[in-house]
């Protein structure tokens, strides 16, 4: 069973930065794809970063390319978004998710697993 746990959110002014993690208190996730999406308020949920089961292969959205960074510790069953300048229009519950096919994908129905989500503003 994976369960994922995301945490790292909060309130941070506009540039200000914040690294969410995603842990798997369940079975190890070494070889899951994992991504991380976002909700903001009205809006649909949106891709925002994947990374590959090894690490080795990463893709963001546009919006966030060259500000997020998407990474991965198999060791301690644990993914991380690093998310440096921050925007008001960043602002969403940011989700974690997991996906069997190893790979990474930009869909969110090829993910099986989805954590509760964790809170993330950006105020300007």
């Known amino acids: 069973q994976v369960q994922l746990v995301e945490s790292g959110g909060g309130l941070v002014q506009a540039g200000g930065s914040l690294r969410l993690s995603c842990a798997n208190s369940g079975r190890t996730f070494s070889n899951y794809g994992m991504a991380w999406f976002r909700q903001a308020p009205g809006k649909e949920r949106e891709f925002v970063a994947a990374i590959s089961w090894s690490g080795f292969s990463t893709s963001y959205a546009d919006s966030v390319k060259g500000r997020f960074t998407i990474s991965r510790d198999n060791a301690k069953n644990t993914v991380y978004l690093q998310m440096n300048s921050l925007k008001p229009e960043d602002t969403a519950v940011y989700y974690c998710?997991?996906?069997?096919?190893?790979?990474?994908?930009?869909?969110?129905?090829?993910?099986?697993?989805w954590g509760q989500g964790t809170q993330v503003t950006v105020s300007s």
């Open positions: 998710a997991a996906a069997r096919r190893g790979s990474w994908s930009r869909v969110e129905y090829e993910y099986d697993y």
